[in-house]
T-cell receptor, first 112, second 112 residues
Framework: NAGVTQTPKFQVLKTGQSMTLQCAQD?????MSWYRQDPGMGLRLIHY???????DQGEVPNGYNVSRSTTEDFPLRLLSAAPSQTSVYFC???????????FGPGTRLTVL | RKEVEQDPGPFNVPEGATVAFNCTYS??????FFWYRQDCRKEPKLLMS???SGNEDGRFTAQLNRASQYISLLIRDSKLSDSATYLC?????????????FGTGTSLTVIP
């Protein structure tokens, strides 16, 4: 199993550009989530999904969209990038709603 | 008030030392508790779950005190490889959408 994979690993955007961060897992996990990690802030939940076709907002959802058309994939879309979205983004999945989360390697995003 | 609070450290300890980290959480209805480890520029990985009765995994012992709403992690006989940031994680359960809340992490450096 590859576990949780994320692409790209690094990305530089200009303010106003849009892009999609990809996340995939091959463990047949129902629960997937996106976090951002900023210095001194810890990991903060952006959006999460409890199964295909079901998504919900986390703590910091503004400026981001998600969809879950399959169990395996959970892409995160930045609609119009802003410098405040410069961060490290982690995707995670778990078998059950309260189970151990497995994280992808992260995407380091810089918005100029 | 933050959902989860940790002393950020840094903790600098010699090899072989015993070190303890504490974490407090704000919501008494919290359901699940974990310690994750994060190496520099890597994704978080589960170190251990924390159970009400306390649990031990080799040199690591985790304890939960629901009355005082804190979680602890004890590392005995510290190794150089234990150098990392340790994240305290709390899940508030189904009523809050099963969101995971992360502390900002405690930095540990084990010195030869």
């Amino acid at each position: 199993n590859a576990g949780v994979t994320q692409t790209p690993k690094f990305q530089v955007l200009k303010t106003g550009q849009s892009m999609t961060l990809q996340c995939a897992q091959d463990m047949n996990h129902e629960y997937m989530s996106w976090y951002r990690q900023d210095p001194g802030m810890g990991l903060r939940l952006i959006h999460y999904s409890v199964g295909a076709g079901i998504t919900d907002q986390g703590e910091v959802p503004n400026g981001y969209n998600v969809s879950r058309s399959t169990t395996e994939d959970f892409p995160l879309r930045l609609l119009s990038a802003a410098p405040s979205q410069t961060s490290v983004y982690f995707c995670a999945s778990s078998y059950g709603l309260e189970d151990t989360q497995y994280f992808g390697p992260g995407t380091r995003l810089t918005v100029l | 008030r933050k959902e989860v609070e940790q002393d950020p450290g840094p903790f600098n300890v010699p090899e072989g030392a015993t070190v303890a980290f504490n974490c407090t959480y704000s919501n008494s209805a919290s359901q699940s508790f974990f310690w994750y480890r994060q190496d520099c520029r890597k994704e978080p990985k589960l170190l251990m779950s924390v159970y009400s009765s306390g649990n031990e995994d080799g040199r690591f012992t985790a304890q939960l005190n629901r009355a005082s709403q804190y979680i602890s992690l004890l590392i005995r006989d510290s190794k150089l490889s234990d150098s990392a940031t340790y994240l305290c994680v709390v899940n508030k359960g189904r009523r809050t959408g099963n969101q995971f809340y992360f502390g900002t992490g405690t930095s540990l450096t084990v010195i030869p």
